[in-house]
């Protein structure tokens, strides 16, 4: 089999049903939910899909598609440097694993281990928001059956933070899993119209050591992407599970933060740090060092059911990330080009991994072709 084209479609996407402004980029707001797609086709027949990545269309046209026409979509260890030379594009790769799976009539997660085919999700909230609003959405989220959410902890100072979780943990009790990120490691690296709050060593330990109190899962990035000292004394310093990693890129690094127990929780993305094939690399090395892995993805569609794909097939995994933010971007939205979107389950809180073969989801035509930027 071998590669004969390559399409890459940068998509402006529909209109918000309102304005969202992300935590993590303080004085930005979408108005648009877009996204990349590209295809791939083969001399047999055989077309896949992926999502190659933030602002990667320039790479794949002008470094990686002019090396992959004509080679096996099957070769990705030889395959790993060219998108280790473009450092972009990474996602290019889930549509050449779109037509290994296809070519093996098997879903993804099987052909990467099969652990599972449904996973735990948690709403992935995007805004901060009063601790009254906060409380209302997840009495919300629970209503339509979300068993976890993750809040942004992005104010000014630690009180404010505190007060948006414990205005949740009241409304909802134990029945919920409560999950917080501080968006600490997009810095350095992540524009900001506006400064945002910047953690130090010592408002991360105090926050994490009351979030213990508040019976949180996790807390996610509470320093920058490359204070891995600081990361591992936080660790050392308390109870909570430490998770992160996103932002960090190579097999290198995610090597650094597994051996350096700079986290309990990776949380690679095949978006920004490597190829999946890669990616599947670091989450087997931190389950030899019996730490979870949870992979996720901020871009939603293709990428999103990859990661699915991933935390489907291995075993030390605890939840997939969905961003979930009504009435603006619902999770629905989040997969908007996709002909059907995944859905939770609400009888257990979970998705259910694709059953066709290779990413087991259709791409809507229709809608990349209204949607491209010509």
């Keep these: 089999m071998k590669i ?10 529909p209109e918000l049903a309102e304005p969202v402004r992300p935590a993590w980029a303080p004085g930005s707001e979408w108005r648009r939910w877009g996204g990349t797609v590209v295809k791939v086709s083969t001399d047999e027949g055989i077309v896949g899909y992926g999502s190659p990545g933030y602002a990667a269309a320039p ?3 002008a470094w990686l598609k ?18 280790r030379e473009a450092n972009a594009g990474w996602g290019l790769e889930i549509a050449l694993w779109d037509i290994i ?10 052909l990467w281990g099969g652990f599972r085919d449904r996973v735990p999700a948690y709403a992935s909230f995007i805004e901060v928001r009063t ?20 809040l942004r ?63 949180v899962y996790w807390l996610e990035e509470p320093l920058d992407r490359y204070d891995f000292e600081g990361l591992t004394r936080l660790c050392a310093a308390v109870e909570i599970l ?25 949380q690679p993305e095949a978006m920004v740090g490597e190829t999946m094939t890669q990616i599947r690399k670091a989450c087997a090395l931190a389950e030899l060092h019996r730490k979870q892995c949870a992979p996720h993805h901020g871009g939603g569609g293709l990428g999103f ?23 603006g971007l619902d999770s629905d939205r989040f997969q908007w080009y996709l002909a059907e979107p995944i859905r939770l389950d609400p009888a257990d809180g979970c998705m259910a991994a694709p059953q066709g073969p290779g990413l087991g989801v259709e791409v809507d035509e229709e809608k990349l072709a209204r949607y491209a930027v010509r």
């Design 101 to 110: 799976g296809k070519a093996c009539g098997q879903p993804l997660y099987k």
């Design 131 to 150: 601790p009254e609003r906060r409380a209302a959405d997840v009495a919300a989220r629970g209503a339509e059956g979300w068993r976890a959410v993750k």
């Design 153 to 215: 902890l992005h104010d000014r100072t630690m009180r404010e933070d505190l007060a948006q979780v414990e205005a949740v943990r009241r409304a909802v009790g134990d029945e919920m899993t409560i999950l917080v990120d501080a968006n600490q490691a997009q810095q350095p690296g992540t524009p900001q119209p506006e400064p945002g709050p910047v953690w130090t060593w010592e408002r991360a330990v105090q926050t994490a050591r009351e979030l213990e109190r508040l019976g």
């Design 242 to 266: 430490i998770a992160g990693g996103e932002n960090n890129r190579g097999l290198h690094e995610y090597r650094w933060l597994i051996e350096r127990d700079c986290y309990d929780v990776l």
């Design 59 to 61: 790479a794949i046209e």
């Design 4 to 13: 004969t084209e390559i399409e890459t479609f940068q998509l402006t996407g």
């Design 305 to 327: 059911v990859a990661h699915l794909h991933l935390c489907a097939a291995i075993p030390n995994c605890p939840f997939v990330e969905v961003f979930h933010e009504p009435p």
């Design 66 to 83: 002019p090396q992959l026409l004509g080679q096996d979509p099957f070769a990705l260890e030889r395959h790993a440097r060219l998108f």
